[in-house]
C-alpha cells in the first residue's frame, strides 16, 4: 500500500538545490519544518546551500544521510535521470513537481518506480504535505492547518485556493497529496484510496479533479471496491471548457464524452461522493460535515 504520510523527521534530499527554485524552496520547506538534510548537484561542485550539505550523487548524500525521501526540482529534459539516481539509491519516496515531463520519461519512470517499490509522486505536481509538519513541493503555508481532512489534487491553484478558504474556516488537512495533472503520473488518486481509508487521522477525503482522462472514475471504481465508508467531497475543474482542446494540464484533454464533466460527475455520485458546483458550495458542504469534528 502507498504510504505518503510524512513528518518533521523524515530526511529529505533535495535535488537541484543549487539552482534559483531548489535554493528558494529549500528555504520555504525547511522554514516549515522539513528535516532537508542534503542536497544533489552532479556538476556545480558546491559544497553547501545556505548550511546543507551537497553533494554529487544520491547515493552519496544517502550514504551520509540515510535519507528516505527526494524532492527533485530539476528541469524536464532532466528528470527521468534524476529519478533513475534517487531509485538506486535507495530513495522510498519521490516528488517532482517538474512540468513538461515527456511521456516516454514518464511511463519508464513510473515502471521503474513501481519495480522499486518506491512512491512516486509527480510529475507536474505542487508537491504534498502533511500540515504542521513537513511539506515536499511548492504548498503554500497559508493554506496549511493540521486536521481531519484528507486531500488529493490534479489542481495545484485550485487545491491552494480550497485549503486556504476551509484553513480559514477551521477545517485543516491530514495528508494532502498533489498528484499533478499529467496523463501519466506517479501516483493516481484510485491508487491512494487504501491509505485514505486506513488512516485513523484522515475523516473525510477531498478530491479536487478537472476534465479530461479517466482518473476521477477510476477513483470512483477504487472507492466502491475498498468499500470506503469515510465521506467524500470533490471539487472539478473545467465544468464549462469546450470539447477537444487542452485546458491547463496536459491530462486535461476532453474528446467527446470521455473525459468531460458529466460523465466525472456521474460515476462520483454513484460511489457516493458528493460533488459540488463550486468553492463556495463545497465549503459550506464540508462545513456541514466537519465543523464540529
Avoid at 529549500?26 to 519544518?33: E, H, K, P, S
Avoid at 550523487?57 to 535519507?67: F, K, L, P, Y
Avoid at 503554500?140 to 480550497?162: C, F, H, I, Q, R
Avoid at 491547463?248 to 464533466?261: F, I, K, Q, W
Wanted: net charge positive.
Amino acid at each position: 500500500m502507498i504510504n505518503p504520510r510524512i513528518d518533521n523527521m523524515t530526511r529529505v534530499i533535495v535535488q537541484g538545490i543549487t539552482g534559483r527554485a531548489g535554493r528558494m524552496h529549500v528555504r520555504l520547506m525547511r522554514d516549515y519544518g522539513t528535516h532537508i538534510v542534503a542536497g544533489v548537484s552532479p556538476k556545480t561542485g558546491a559544497r553547501d546551500v545556505d548550511g546543507v550539505p551537497v553533494f554529487a550523487s544520491c547515493r552519496d548524500a544517502v550514504a551520509q544521510t540515510r535519507a528516505t525521501t527526494s524532492v527533485l526540482l530539476v528541469g524536464a529534459e532532466q528528470l527521468l535521470g534524476a529519478i533513475e539516481d534517487a531509485v538506486t539509491a535507495g530513495i522510498k519516496l519521490i516528488v517532482t513537481p517538474t512540468e513538461g515531463m515527456p511521456v516516454h520519461d514518464a511511463l519508464r519512470a513510473r515502471r521503474l518506480t513501481q519495480a522499486a517499490g518506491v512512491t512516486w509522486i509527480g510529475a507536474s505536481t505542487p508537491g504534498m504535505a502533511v500540515a504542521g509538519q513537513a511539506k515536499l513541493g511548492f504548498l503554500p503555508e497559508a493554506s496549511l492547518k493540521p486536521g481531519p481532512l484528507g486531500l488529493m489534487s490534479k489542481s495545484g491553484t485550485l487545491s491552494y485556493e480550497a485549503g486556504y478558504r476551509l484553513a480559514q474556516r477551521g477545517i485543516g488537512t491530514s495528508v494532502w497529496v498533489g498528484v499533478g495533472g499529467d496523463p501519466v503520473k506517479g501516483t493516481r488518486c484510485a491508487e491512494l484510496v487504501p491509505f485514505y481509508a486506513a488512516d485513523a487521522q484522515t475523516a473525510a477525503l477531498l478530491v479536487i479533479g478537472e476534465i479530461g482522462g479517466s482518473e476521477e472514475e477510476e477513483f470512483a471504481a477504487a472507492l466502491s471496491e475498498y468499500h470506503f465508508s469515510k465521506p467524500v467531497f470533490a471539487l472539478i475543474a473545467g465544468r464549462s471548457s469546450p470539447e477537444g482542446v487542452t485546458m491547463g494540464h496536459a491530462g486535461a484533454l476532453v474528446h467527446g464524452s470521455h473525459g468531460g464533466y458529466a460523465a466525472k460527475k456521474a460515476a462520483l455520485e454513484q460511489a457516493g461522493v458528493v460533488v459540488y458546483a463550486s468553492l463556495d458550495a463545497m465549503v459550506a458542504g464540508i462545513m456541514r460535515v466537519l465543523g464540529k469534528h
